[in-house]
């Protein structure tokens, strides 16, 4: 048994199932075999191309068990367990036409939803105060909520969140939100 353990008989092994390259005789003469050796260095070497792709999938902060895209929008608000009912709403597509479309035909604008800038949508909230209201705007969502009313909107374009405007009409007890859509290829599109 004593013959298997032996130094001599382990580096004849590692040699055997790796051969040393003329840039690892080096590295061998100053240390000892057996703390070079092991799991990692069976099989052919690995290159320098699969360390970086390894670290990409490395997060940035190790504490984070998702990232925010992974969650999608409005996961929190699906809460079968809420009684408030749903108000009536609307959606309204709008464009911005001049008299140049209109009569003249100049800008290749059209009657049709590839031809709009915003969306408007129009929520009925009777009995409801406008300090009562609580808006979030998501890129795909919008999520309403009152003590009476509770709304969760998937919206049918994405749309910029951060520039849209909300208007509570009190005589008609109803909350207009125009919401600028974001579209990949309204550049193309409204040019």
Partial sequence: MEGLCSVNNLLALSALLNPPNEDDEEDCAFVPSTGKLGPGHIGPAKSA?????????????????????EVPEAAQVDDITDPRPQPEYDIVLKQR????????GMSGKDPSSRCCESMVVKIKLPGTKCSEVVLDVKEKFLDLRTPKYRLGLHLPHPVHSQEGTAQFLSEKEELEVTLPMNRPMDCINLA
């Fill in 49 to 69: 191309e699969s360390k970086v792709a390894t670290s990409a999938y490395i997060k940035n902060n190790s504490k984070d068990i998702w990232s925010e895209e």
């Fill in 97 to 104: 036409v001049g008299t140049e479309d209109i009569f003249l």
